[in-house]
């Protein structure tokens, strides 16, 4: 079944109010290709094309970018090779965890025989970053030797010495410090992960083999759910521009409790259920600011950047179609306005669809009436940019380009190619441009051999300028493509000229003003989140005299931690503590209502919004 990606990934980094991910640290290209095969080989089929490619082709997350297999030996190579041909992901586990290990443990030997050259540095550089690919299985199954490990490093860079600033300040080095920090690791890596074989493994981890290997360790060892190297979840650069009905009619959110809370709701991954709430998943980072993130990629889930295989096994295996099937993310700019909802346009209700992704996308509970209320409330309130290019009934105006008009006689003209329907039947221009029903225009494979193929929903054509790629698996990357596409696979018989003509057309009634978010003097992201989540704060009004635990621990969870964080995106760094002080009474408030001591509760509530009042001219 297909939803909309109304709600989509963060993956391993601090999430800020409006879901601000950090830009992913590169990895070396082993350590990349190791861990992108830890992570498509537990999906479900396994995309063994896109595994091969991890090893023979540069990772988007690694550094240099360079092959994996360029990195290993003839036997290493002709090991790995040999398990991607069978498909063994058994045999690739292994191929693949000795790769990295036996990598390690050269670059090592290389800096032990010239502990006091220069180059020794860089080789136990290199042997630290392809240890990363381990570092968070030791530390989940084996914490005491994690922290053993730990300090290994640290003596072992300190024993290579320093050279010192034009021979001032110069250490020398230890060559026996070296040498035990080095066997400490040594003797680690050969026996967890330089074994000669593996334990079965159900699902690919970097567990040490001797947790692994045994059932009742291993079983006791949950590891943190993480998203593999390349993954981009970084909010898309520049921030879109959100445009809300009720701010245009200039109506303050805190006077709107119901719409601040799906708003929190939004930005909270409290919602789902895990791996998605742990990796902080919110609505937002697919759906910057109600427009799409076009960066948005992960790999094994993503076919290219702007969407994702919304029903395979990461999120909920019961959920799982088995079909590598990648949709493009939609913008939800003016929603209200586009039912049925779901690619396919399964769902008429918005309420519906919106439990729909919540519970079978991201495994997460049964949403309350409330939060559902709440959410759909919000969304609601998502408009479209404003286009001066056309008027209230879809037609263009003065300011629209010659090219455009001409273009408009095509868009509503009727060819043969079509059914003698124009372009104008499905996309209304008076409709927003869509029809509300969906078609099956040929982009769709049938199941099976003489089944019936998929259709998909009308898109709206308002601001689809800023939605590329097009098409429901985002397979053309313009509007010109669009164009030449429709030209081609329906004989529309159309000119160089026309096809420019309809481009242009497309481009005006798509554009929209001011798409993205400016930021100047004040007017920072660290402000545009600080204010984001005092407007959530402000729905205690509402919660706390309602005694209502349960959703207060959901928003207090959600925004205590996010305030925190922000900070980090602060310009004026010197107010970081009282920013720190402001999330510590949230949760206090949290910790207040979960144990029923509501005056006590409301006391840290008031004490907030003085505290908030009195810094709010200092923390810009």
């Not at 390349?230 to 805190?254: K, N, T, Y």
């Not at 049925?340 to 495994?363: C, H, K, M, N």
Request: proline share 8%; aromatic share 8%; with cysteine.
């Amino acid at each position: 079944m297909k939803h909309l990606a109304l709600f989509a990934v963060l993956c391993l980094f601090p999430v800020a109010a409006f879901a601000t991910a950090l830009e992913q640290t590169p990895w070396a290209p082993r350590a990349a290709a190791y861990r992108l095969t830890l992570f498509m080989g537990n999906l479900s089929p396994v995309p063994w094309q896109r595994l091969e490619q991890s090893w023979e082709q540069p990772v988007a997350g690694g550094v240099p970018a360079v092959p994996a297999l360029s990195r290993v030996t003839t036997e290493e190579a002709a090991a790995l090779r040999a398990a991607l041909k069978a498909r063994d992901r058994q045999a690739l586990f292994g191929a693949a965890t000795r790769a990295v290990a036996h990598g390690i443990l050269r670059h090592l030997a290389t800096a032990g025989a010239m502990p006091d050259a220069p180059g020794a540095t860089t080789e136990v550089t290199k042997a630290r970053a392809l240890f990363r690919a381990f570092e968070d299985g030791i530390r989940a199954g084996d914490p005491q030797a994690a922290r053993a490990l730990g300090r290994a490093w640290l003596r072992l860079s300190s024993a290579l010495g320093a050279r010192g600033l034009a021979g001032v300040t110069a250490q020398p080095s230890d060559r026996q410090a070296f040498a035990e920090a080095r066997t400490v690791i040594e003797t680690y890596l050969r026996a967890n992960y330089a074994a000669a074989e593996f334990a079965p493994r159900a699902r690919l981890t970097p567990l040490p083999e001797t947790i692994s290997a045994s059932a009742g360790r291993a079983a006791d060892t949950p590891l943190p759910p993480t998203l593999p190297p390349g993954a981009h979840i970084a909010p898309q650069r520049p921030l879109p521009r959100l445009v809300l009905q009720f701010e245009e009619a200039g109506i303050d959110e805190s006077d709107l409790p119901l719409v601040a809370y799906g708003d929190m709701l939004f930005d909270s991954p409290e919602i789902f259920g895990s791996p998605a709430r742990d990796l902080k998943i919110t609505c937002s980072t697919c759906h910057n600011r109600s427009d799409i993130n076009r960066d948005f990629f992960i790999p094994g889930l993503s076919r290219h950047p702007g969407g994702m295989d919304v029903d395979g096994a990461f999120f909920n295996p019961l959920f799982n179609d088995r079909a590598d099937d990648h949709l493009d993310t939609p913008s939800l700019r003016g929603i209200r306005f586009t039912a049925p909802y779901g690619r396919d346009g399964r769902e008429a209700s918005l309420r519906q669809f919106t439990r729909d992704v919540i519970v079978t996308e991201f495994a997460g509970p049964e949403p309350t009436p409330f939060q559902l209320d709440a959410l759909v409330a919000y969304m609601r309130q998502f408009d479209f940019l404003p286009n001066p290019k056309i008027d209230r009934t879809g037609g263009l105006t003065a300011l629209a380009s010659e090219a455009a008009r001409r273009g408009e006689v095509l868009f509503n003209t009727p060819f043969g190619g079509l059914g003698d329907r124009a372009c104008a039947s499905c996309h209304v221009p008076d409709r927003d441009f869509r029809d509300g029903l969906a078609h099956d225009i040929g982009t769709g494979r049938p199941p099976f051999e003489g089944g019936t193929a998929p259709r998909f929903e009308t898109p709206t054509l308002r601001n689809v300028v800023f939605t590329a790629p097009y098409m429901h698996d985002g397979a053309v990357p313009t509007l010109a493509g669009v164009v030449a596409w429709f030209d081609e696979t329906k004989s529309l018989g159309l000119s160089a000229g026309e096809r420019a003509d309809l481009t242009a057309y497309l481009e005006a009634v798509g554009d929209g003003e001011d798409p993205y978010q400016a930021f100047g003097g004040r007017d920072s992201a660290f402000r545009l989140a600080f204010d984001e989540i005092v407007t959530f704060a402000s729905v205690l009004e509402t919660l706390l005299p309602a005694r209502d635990a349960d959703n207060i621990a959901v928003l207090i969870d959600t925004i205590a931690a996010d305030l925190a964080l922000d900070a980090s995106a602060m310009v004026n760094q010197a107010a970081k503590p009282q920013v720190y002080e402001l999330a510590a009474i949230l949760r206090a408030i949290g910790d207040a209502s979960a144990g029923g001591d509501w005056p006590e509760a409301a006391r840290q509530w008031h004490t907030f919004k003085a505290r908030r009042a009195e810094y709010d001219e200092r923390i810009y």
